[in-house]
């Protein structure tokens, strides 16, 4: 395990979803994108030249070579105007078939079958068949869909645990949901079909990409955020990125 965590220190790597090593990851690279602007702004000097330059990151890492297409927009096009939310606390892979799900309303005692369609890339990122871990089960089509058909709230992080995966519930649950590759839907869509007991079967669809109402948004968001981080928390937080709230106000209480 050290030695798998060392690694991913070194490049970030996809072997470690559905571990702590993942979100691990994007920790890393936040925070050396952070030191390497403070060590700059403190007079540290590099090679400017180290990632499309001979022997640079590109160069070393089979890169295709192409500044242009890499570079472009470059300080005209900022991907925080872009920004998406993560109303699940799962992985982005399964976003769009809860979303989907949403829409028909799963209850579990009415489901016979469910099947979800998605695109070829998540098969081997987030359908693990039968987690036994928290942490697994954030990677695993049939388990969030199972959790959710249950009632249980996929935005709460103590949803995601070993004794959630154990449920007998879930796991009978789980054995009629059936995950399938379709290579016509995009990386942000999902298409999900239930079949009921009565015979009666409904379908949804979902694409992270098609726009959401700024009112429906903001409401999501804080639901997450209050699952999060509780209510009092929550609501501490959103009146400071509102103006309503000092940012002193709010850390001296943490």
Not at 41 to 55: I, K, R, T, V, Y
Not at 119 to 133: K, L, Y
Request: proline letters at 3%.
């Amino acid at each position: 395990m050290a030695l798998g965590l060392a690694a991913t220190r070194a490049a970030g790597l996809k072997a470690q979803f559905g571990t702590m090593g993942k979100p691990y990851n994007a920790g890393l690279a936040a925070s050396a994108g952070v030191e390497a602007a403070q060590l700059i702004a403190a007079g540290f000097q590099s090679n400017p030249d180290a990632l499309d330059g001979e022997l640079g990151f590109g160069a070393t890492h089979h890169g295709a070579g192409n500044t242009a297409a890499a570079l472009e927009g470059l300080g005209q096009v900022w991907h925080v105007e872009g920004l998406s939310h993560k109303f699940h606390a799962c992985c982005h892979g399964l976003h769009a078939a809860l979303e989907a799900a949403r829409m028909l309303d799963l209850a579990a005692p009415e489901i016979a079958a469910l099947t979800v369609r998605t695109h070829p890339r998540w098969m081997s990122v987030c359908n693990q068949i039968a987690p036994s871990t928290g942490l697994g089960a954030k990677f695993s089509y049939r388990t969030v869909l199972a959790m959710q058909a249950l009632g249980k709230d996929t935005a709460q992080l103590e949803s995601y645990s070993d004794a959630s995966c154990a449920d007998p519930r879930l796991v009978t649950l789980r054995d009629r949901i059936h995950v399938e590759a379709d290579d016509t839907l995009s990386e942000t869509e999902a298409h999900v079909s239930l079949l009921r007991r009565d015979g009666k079967r409904f379908e949804a669809s979902h694409d992270l990409q098609a726009p959401v109402d700024y009112t429906d948004r903001q409401t999501r968001l804080l639901q997450k955020a209050a699952a999060l981080l509780g209510t009092d928390t929550a609501t501490e937080v959103w009146s400071v990125l509102q103006g309503e709230a000092a940012v002193s106000d709010f850390t001296r209480h943490f």
